[in-house]
């Protein structure tokens, strides 16, 4: 297999408006920093989490690297279009101020498109020049980045505040972290071994057992703690009440039932029928809460997910 990453697969993911910030980072215009900024609709993490969509920068130290291939996931995957290189990682690592500095320059260019948009609301456009918030996530698998903390401290440092979204394969990165993200999320997207294997296609060994360890270690952590159930009709929708008891080993701050979206390369593996409804996501969701003693605090119809948590009400972030 290609070890490189081809001019061609560069290219491409310039033409799907990625940031490239040094040789594996990315940032990409979420659709909800348009939507708050021209239509006043914020992402369904400020309604639950007080985070401002106009504020938030959308990243990944490790755009094309990840050590699963999940079924669901909207990032071109090794294979994928003819494309082929080594997806688990690099040899030699960008320094973390570096991305930090690249990402909030590319955030400043995402943003300079709004400044002549008649439709875009000046204050919020003019807040949206001092980004408040980070989401790690986007695309790859952050823990693959190894100055992770460094990298998180570094937005800390500027005042952001961070979530982290990992697919959990990796505990001993997430255990080394000098420094904690303001929330952690581990996606658990499968409620036994066998389903695990044929959602999220993994390309280590014991990566189910490896999640299970990172389960048991959330409770360790001082920051807020989602799980996020990725969820796909005909695939991994079903049995709440097996998500229920690997839920009560982990006892998470939330709980994230979120339904997939038919978007990106996850079109070439999957249909659009197998993107479910939010009441398909609520009743599942219903069904977890009176497994787990969970409450259901919110719902964002608009983006398919519901909150459950052990508390009376979210903690505002911001």
Known sequence: MQTSVSTALLRLLKNQKYHLVGQHSAV????????????NRPCYKQKFYGIKSHQCVQMTPSVLYCNMRCRFCWRIQSGDSDFKWDETGLNRWDDSE??????????????SGYKANPKADKKRYREALTPRHVAISLSGEPTLYPRLGELIGSFHKR??????????????ALTQLGTEPTQLYVSLCAYDKKTFANTCRPQIPKAWERLNETLSLLSSFKCPTVIRLTLVRHLNLSHPERYAKLIDKTHPTYVEPKAYMHVGSSQLRLSFKNMPSHQEIRDFAVTMAKETGYNLLAEAPESRVVLLSNLEEPLKLT
């Open 159 to 172: 005042g952001f505040t961070t979530f982290l979204v990992s697919n959990g394969t990796l505990p001993e």
């Open 28 to 39: 990409k215009r979420c659709r909800w920093l348009y939507e708050s900024l021209v239509h």
């Open 98 to 111: 570096e991305i930090v500095e690249g990402c909030t320059k590319a955030q400043m260019d995402i943003l």
